[in-house]
Every structure is written in structure tokens, then in C-alpha cells.
């Protein structure tokens, strides 16, 4: 039995000689895994398909699904969004491979969940259109709101009774904790303004220093550690934060 469904690919590795298997995040069913026959064959059947299965591109694909099997196949498949400017711009290429590392990191259960692919479509098209204070601003905006889908968003807000950011608790508090997973100041306050804004133009006009924005990822990453066991280390931080500084 076949099924439509809009996915999104993470991963890709070679499978033997003229084959790929994709990690992709799809409307319907989560994290599945598929085998792709042929596309990095020569022919001119198949010449540029292996463009398809580059991690962060969109697709809609028409697929075999049982829930039995661990690697599942494409029957076929086409661009659901055509990048303009994602895979060909440095900055905005470099946030998507962090958004898309994000992902590998944290999904770590294959189950459906349309609202986080619908937050993960808008945010990679927003990506591609955005001017560069929101290309910069993304990344942080993207974080906090996966954090929500997630189940641990941070609760509450920043204020003159709540004052500091417990990362362990998740959420403001009205003093620093016994722990040393926190913050406070510019820190806090800018992260409890991040985590209100609900569209997205509203990042086009939201500045902050190089610093500041580099601290903030790193603070985003320390959380999402507390919370996702073995999330590990992104590869693609340091290039974000250097290429974004």
C-alpha cells in the first residue's frame, strides 16, 4: 500500500553502487528510513536525482509503508519547495545544517508530529526567503520553538520577580538555583523575548550583538542537553556562530 506524504530529508548515505538510504521526516509518519533505487546512476534517467535526498531538502514523495520494517521504499518523488537560495548562499546553507543537525539530534522517536513539521517547512522557507536578520535570528527562534514541540518548552517570562533563566528546571524563577545550569540578565531577557514571538517578520527587525547571539546559541544547546539524553555535540555550532559573527 502506498501513501502521499511531504517529507524532509536529514540524512543520506550511499547504499551500494547506484543507491542511497535517506533519513527523512515526514508529515505522516515521523523518522523513517528509505531506500532510493538508482539515483546516483549516470544515465540520463537518473542524472541530478541524488540532489533530491540532500539533507534539509523538501519533498513530496508517494511511499511503501510497513510498520514491520525498519527501511521502508520511495516509489516516487519531486520537489515539494524549491530552494531559491538555501543550497546556494553560505549563511543561510550554514543555518539549515544547523536546523537539520538540531534534528538529528533530537528526534529520537519515529512517531507522526504534524505540528513539528509544519514548524520545520515554515522555518526552512522562511530561511530561504528572509533578509539576513533573520537569516542570523533563525536559528535561535527555531531552537526555543522545537523545544515546545518537543515537550519542554521554557516557561514563563522574564521580569523584576523573575529575573533568571533556571535551564534545568525550564522555566523564570525569582532566584539563582543551587545548580550552575542558568542564566541571567541580557541573557534571560532576550531569551523570554525570543520565546514570544509568534510570527516570523517579526525576526526581520529584532537586532542584537554578534555576542549576544553567540552566547545564546550555546545556552540553547546546554538546555536541549539537559533535557534529550545523549543529545551530544553539533558539528555545525562553531560554523554557524562564525560565519553569523
Known amino acids: 500500500m502506498t501513501h502521499k506524504t511531504k517529507g524532509i530529508v536529514l540524512r543520506t548515505v550511499k547504499y551500494g553502487e547506484t ?27 537518473s542524472s ?6 540532500q539533507p534539509g531538502a523538501m519533498l513530496q514523495m508517494e511511499v ?37 543537525e538540531l534534528l538529528q539530534h533530537s528526534l529520537k522517536q ?30 535561535l527562534y527555531f531552537t526555543l520553538h522545537l523545544t515546545g514541540e518537543l515537550g519542554f518548552q521554557v516557561q514563563g517570562q522574564f521580569s523584576k520577580a523573575t ?16 545548580h550552575v545550569y542558568y542564566v541571567t ?14 510570527f516570523y517578520n517579526e525576526l526581520e527587525n529584532f537586532h542584537m550583538s554578534r555576542n549576544l547571539r553567540r552566547e545564546l546559541i550555546e545556552t540553547y544547546g546546554r538546555y536541549l542537553s539537559l533535557h534529550i539524553e545523549g543529545f551530544g555535540t553539533l558539528r555545525s555550532l562553531s560554523v554557524l556562530q562564525e560565519i553569523l559573527s
Open 19 to 45: 543507491s542511497v538510504i535517506s533519513t527523512v521526516y515526514t508529515e505522516l509518519f515521523g523518522v523513517q528510513s528509505y531506500i532510493v533505487k538508482g539515483v546516483r546512476q549516470s544515465s540520463k534517467t
Open 64 to 100: 511503501y509503508h510497513n510498520e514491520l520494517k525498519n527501511l521502508q521504499f520511495i516509489k516516487e518523488f519531486q520537489w515539494s519547495y524549491l530552494y531559491e537560495q538555501v543550497f546556494f548562499n553560505v549563511i543561510k546553507n550554514a543555518a539549515a545544517t544547523y536546523i537539520i
Open 163 to 178: 529575573p533568571v533563566l533556571d535551564l534545568q528546571a525550564g522555566g523564570f524563577v525569582n532566584e539563582i538555583p543551587l
Open 185 to 198: 540578565g541580557e541573557l534571560a531577557e532576550t531569551t523570554s523575548k525570543i520565546n514570544g514571538i509568534q
Open 110 to 139: 519515529p512517531e507522526a508530529n504534524p505540528e513539528l513539521f509544519y514548524l520545520i517547512e515554515d522555518t526552512l522557507m522562511q530561511l530561504d526567503k528572509g533578509n539576513d536578520t533573520l537569516t542570523a535570528n533563525l536559528p
Open 48 to 53: 541530478g536525482k541524488a540532489n533530491y535526498f
